[in-house]
Every structure is written in C-alpha cells, then in structure tokens.
Nanobody, 126 residues
Framework: QVQLVESGGGLVQAGGSLRLSCAAS????????MAWFRQAPGKEREFVTG????????RYADSVKGRFTISRDNAKATLYLQMNNLKPEDAAVYYC???????????????????WGQGTQVTVSS
C-alpha cells in the first residue's frame, strides 16, 4: 500500500506556471506507475498525464501536450507535474494516482489506479 500527498496547487494568472508535487510513502515508490488526473466542478475526473515506474515512458492528454511535463524522482519517492502556460480551462482539483506496475505501459483510465491522493486545487484567473 502507498499513501500519496499532493502539494503545490494555488491561484495563478493565465499564462503562468505551477509545479505540483506528489509525495509517496509506504511501499517502494519505484514499484508503481503514476499519473495525474484532474476534476473540474460538474465534470468527470480526466487523465492529464502518466509515467511508468522508471520514467522511461509517459503519455499526455492532447489538451496539455507541450505545456505540461510529468517527471518522477524515485530516490525521493516524489512525482511532479510542471504546468506552463496555464489556461482557465486547466482549473481543477489535481490528483495523483498510483498503480502497482513495473512494465512500460502508461495507463489512462481511472479504474487502473489503486491509490489516490486527496487532491490539490489549481485555479487559473483570466
């Protein structure tokens, strides 16, 4: 079992940047594929980006390609999301998620992930 705690959310103007972090504790972080999801009010939770256990493979939603970058530091048991050129439509609660996997796959569906953080709010003003 792994516990996930997100941080780094906040209020930013459109065009600005934020860096989210997800600190993991419990079982070995490098046994997990990781992902960021987001959920805006009245909308379903959606995949933003994911990364495999060693960081050799990643995927992005089309809406964030070229603006967001996922990375992980297995020595620090931390997942990151660098968000640049933020838009009002990026505003949401951002969640990190973990799936026990040491393969190359990156999973985009919520149902693949077993562990979730509590979320961190990102607000983008226009």
């Amino acid at each position: 079992q792994v516990q996930l705690v997100e941080s780094g959310g906040g209020l930013v103007q459109a065009g600005g940047s934020l860096r989210l972090s997800c600190a993991a504790s419990g079982r070995t972080f490098n046994s997990y594929a990781m992902a960021w999801f987001r959920q805006a009010p009245g909308k379903e939770r959606e995949f933003v980006t994911g990364i495999n256990w060693i960081g050799s493979n990643s995927r992005y939603a089309d809406s964030v390609k070229g603006r967001f970058t996922i990375s992980r530091d297995n020595a620090k048991a931390t997942l990151y999301l660098q968000m640049n050129n933020l838009k009002p439509e990026d505003a949401a609660v951002y969640y990190c998620a973990a799936r026990s996997s040491r393969g190359s796959s990156v999973y985009t569906g919520t149902g693949y992930y077993d562990y979730w953080g509590q979320g961190t709010q990102v607000t983008v003003s226009s």
